[in-house]
């Protein structure tokens, strides 16, 4: 049974005094931008176990006394796949949400290939408008995504890979131990490196 000396918020009032904290907060990040010469936009897009879509998206900026701000100004579920069209019109309606076209410094996204067709018609779109920005110089792949990258192509090398006929990644618990407490384990992972950046260039020639 309900305790009677509580009062329950309906959904509808609820939902609205959330989108009231939600365009207070915008109106605050808004002002905040006026002041600004130069802003940076951080994107990010991923599936999730379910393979619902959704996108984030953070603005930071550093301030005349070099104190770092960010915001979390979109965080949603892309009805479609995050595609470079996709992204694009999401990242334009934001640029002209707080008005900042003109003052986007750099752009931070991961690698993958639908990003760099995306920095081509951002390239594109701010240059028709006379405003300059370059795709190379004003935009930068996310270290945190590029080190998983690399951890990811590691563990498989470790996984499945032999090195040579002499000796196998794939040990058991003694040869770990053996391996571990001496000098080889600087060659398996030298080796396995090697190995990884040589598939790497080999794969960047042949595009």
């Known amino acids: 049974m309900l305790r009677s000396e509580i009062t329950l918020v309906h959904c509808t009032k609820l939902s609205n005094m959330i989108f009231l904290k939600y365009n207070e907060i915008q109106a605050k990040i808004k002002q905040d931008l006026k002041k600004l010469r130069q802003v940076s936009i951080m994107l990010n897009a991923w599936f999730s176990s379910q393979k619902v879509a959704y996108l984030k998206v953070l603005i930071y900026w550093m301030n005349v006394t070099f104190q770092y701000h960010e915001h979390l100004i979109e965080f949603t579920s892309l009805q479609v796949e995050h595609t470079d069209c996709h992204l694009m019109q999401k990242l334009f309606k934001i ?25 081509k018609k951002l390239e594109r779109a701010l240059n028709q408008r006379d405003i300059s ?8 792949f996310c270290m945190t995504h590029i080190i998983n990258l690399v951890t ?8 499945s890979e032999t090195l040579n006929d002499n000796f196998a990644v794939s040990l058991n618990d003694d040869q770990v131990e053996n391996v571990i407490t001496s000098n080889d384990l600087y060659t398996v992972v030298k080796k396995i490196f090697i190995k990884m950046i040589m598939q790497k260039d080999n794969a960047f020639t042949n595009q």
């Open 95 to 119: 640029l002209n949400t707080y008005n900042i076209k003109n003052k986007l410094f750099d752009v931070v996204i991961n690698n993958a290939s639908n990003n760099d067709i995306l920095k």
């Open 133 to 140: 920005w370059n795709k190379v110089q004003n935009s930068i």
């Open 152 to 159: 990811q192509e590691f563990i498989k090398a470790i996984e």
